[in-house]
């Protein structure tokens, strides 16, 4: 084969490429196929008092369509509160402290021994401190555990992803504003905040799950009526598995809509974080 038909073969291949949504969409059909056959096949006994503990795809759906989307969205809007609220208390002192290591560089090692704590200690002790702690919510409105929890979970990823890209500044830049007097401070405003924006943004990317998913665990301690916590408790007892497999999909759907959403936020704010160009 000539140097001129290999470069030709891998351009067509390069051609027949699929896009990346395309692959996706591909992906998530393949994973829904494998799941229905398992389902209707292997695991169709599994589960306690002969009840489908792994429903198929048409049954999950027709529980849904049964349920109403009231239902759902009355849940998850409680949710959603709850993960948001963490989400900007969790970010925001994150995104504070790791601004004020730059400015006060002895700082350092408090916060990221802070930041290491929140990590390490475990979710359940820490859950059951707080129901002693915070009040519990009138019927239908959010809970503070799982704002507090929500919070826990991305303020170790925000404060790592901060601190690595605001030491991600070119020292050439830096020094010059520190020849004409400029402050720590001015550097923070000038040049590291540009510098780190991709990482910044990259975390707070990831804090979008990581937010949803402490709320949900919040729930479980916080001894609220409405949330996607109870209503997993509350389907689990009834032995209802696809409204299990519903609440659990839909969370993952919620989820990845957010994540989606904060990679076009950063697409826009930071295009050359992405490759991209304005």
């Given at each position: 084969m000539t140097t001129d038909q290999a470069m030709g073969r891998g351009g067509a291949l390069r051609a027949m490429r699929l896009p990346a949504w395309a692959t996706g969409i591909l992906g998530a059909i393949g994973i829904v196929l494998v799941w229905w056959v398992l389902a209707a096949t292997v695991f169709s006994n599994v589960g306690p008092g002969g009840v489908q503990a792994i429903p198929t795809p048409p049954q999950v759906v027709e529980e849904f369509v049964q349920t109403g989307w009231a239902y759902y969205a009355r849940n998850f809007?409680?949710?959603?509160?709850?993960?948001?609220?963490?989400?900007?208390?969790?970010?925001?002192?994150?995104?504070?402290l790791a601004g004020l290591v730059l400015v006060v560089p002895s700082l350092e090692g408090v916060v990221m021994q802070l930041a290491i704590i929140t990590y390490c200690i475990p979710i359940v002790a820490i859950g059951m401190l707080l129901v002693?702690?915070?009040?519990?919510?009138?019927?239908?409105?959010?809970?503070?555990?799982?704002?507090?929890?929500?919070a826990l979970a991305v303020f170790f990823t925000t404060v790592v992803g901060a601190l690595l890209g605001l030491k991600a500044a070119d020292r050439a830049s830096l020094d010059v504003v520190a020849?004409?007097?400029?402050?720590?401070?001015t550097q923070l405003r000038k040049i590291r905040l540009i510098a780190a924006l991709p990482s910044i943004l990259n975390a707070l990317q990831i804090a979008v799950p990581a937010a949803f998913l402490g709320a949900v665990l919040g729930?479980?301690?916080?001894k609220v009526e409405l949330g996607v916590g109870p209503a997993m408790i509350a389907a689990?007892?009834?032995?209802?598995?696809?409204?299990?497999?519903?609440?659990?999909?839909?969370?993952g759907a919620v989820a990845l809509i957010?994540?989606?959403?904060?990679?076009i936020i950063a697409r826009s704010v930071a295009p050359w974080s992405k490759g991209a160009r304005r």
């Open positions: 809007s409680v949710t959603i509160t709850e993960a948001g609220t963490g989400y900007l208390w969790g970010n925001g002192l994150a995104l504070v002693v702690i915070i009040p519990v919510p009138k019927p239908g409105e959010p809970s503070g555990t799982a704002s507090f929890l929500a020849v004409y007097g400029g402050s720590r401070f729930e479980f301690f916080g689990q007892q009834a032995l209802d598995a696809p409204r299990v497999w519903g609440l659990a999909l839909v969370s957010g994540y989606a959403l904060l990679g």
